[in-house]
């Protein structure tokens, strides 16, 4: 096992479960602390609570640990961001300059943020969307990823901080709930088709998003870590892509396997912020700096997310069986 010391900020989160199970794994369970600010419901081997606009609290633990690497998982996302704007804000935008001061002052080896492609916007191109291009995000989360990649470019240069950052997509996985994002469609449309329940969709039928199966997010962070320094050239953050699709095309690979299955279409606010944003991403800068590809297509995904849901409601379909 590795001897660097992980702080995981966000632990409890849909990425942030799945990476720091992954993280243990790769660095040993003594080696890996997991944050949040709620108990989670399953055991970690280290656990502290932490509400990372406290930078004294942030300060504490990775002096407690002898931390060297911090991967920052906790933000508001899309969705919830815009029912209180000034908090989101306020988490997102704090607590990644709290990361990176106390990372500057306790010369911390490296650091993850996640940026989305939330930071892009309706004037920006939506097909194949380029590494560099016109940034104009319409909401309190893409505007503060925006932000964000510049503070991490800016800590990069001025104090030599080792900052690295994706662009994630919308992110699918069946490890856990949606988490209040605009892509979360996409994760809670499985769980009802499994469930062999109806789902209405709040995004029109035709509307395509780029989305990256959990395995691929998972790996596609680890492999961005552990590449070497010279390799990462872009300090913002990177464009990868996974796959590409609208809700009748992910409704129709699910009727696939589950032929009953119906989804009707009831677009609300959320629609209005998937149609400022890209629909495909070029991820060649990714490719080309740390040979990043993806594994995963609609059909693999698909294929993958029903067998595990459907093993996770009958487990727990036949405990409450048993607890009646």
Request: aromatic letters at 10%; charged letters at 20%.
């Amino acid at each position: 096992m590795r001897k660097d010391s992980i702080l995981i900020i966000g632990a409890n989160g849909q990425i942030g479960s799945v990476l720091t199970t992954k993280l243990q794994k790769i660095y040993g369970e003594s080696q890996v602390v997991a944050t949040d600010i709620k108990v989670p419901k399953y055991k970690q081997a280290i656990f502290e609570i932490l509400d990372i606009t406290d930078q004294n609290r942030l300060l504490h633990i990775v002096q407690k640990y002898n931390i060297t690497q911090i991967y920052h998982l906790a933000a508001i996302l899309s969705a919830k961001g815009e029912s209180d704007p000034l908090w989101a804000w306020n988490v997102n935008m704090q607590g990644l300059m709290n990361i990176l001061e106390v990372a500057r002052s306790k010369n911390l080896d490296k650091i993850f943020f996640p940026s989305s492609i939330a930071i892009f916007g309706a004037d920006t191109p939506k097909t194949r969307t380029p590494q560099q291009t016109i940034t104009n995000p319409s909401t309190v989360y893409g505007i503060s990823k925006l932000a964000g990649e510049k503070w991490c470019q800016y800590y990069h240069e001025k104090y030599d901080l080792d900052i690295r950052s994706i662009r994630y997509p919308g992110i699918i996985g069946h490890e856990s709930m949606p988490g209040g994002g605009t892509t979360d469609y996409a994760v809670d449309i499985y769980h009802k088709a499994v469930q062999k329940l109806p789902f209405t969709c709040f995004l029109k039928s035709d509307t395509k998003l780029p989305m990256l199966y959990m395995d691929d997010a998972i790996r596609a962070t680890t492999e961005l870590m552990e590449a070497p320094s010279e390799s990462i050239k872009i300090r913002t953050s990177y464009n990868i892509s996974g796959m590409s699709f609208s809700p009748a095309e992910v409704a129709k690979s699910i009727q696939q396997h589950l032929p009953d299955f119906k989804i009707n279409y009831k677009p609300d606010y959320r629609q209005t912020i998937a149609d400022t944003w890209t629909n495909s991403i070029n991820d060649n800068e990714a490719k080309k700096d740390w040979n990043w590809k993806p594994a995963y297509d609609l059909q693999k995904m698909t294929t993958v997310m029903i067998q595990e849901l459907s093993k996770k409601y009958s487990t727990t379909n036949n405990k409450e069986l048993i607890n009646n």
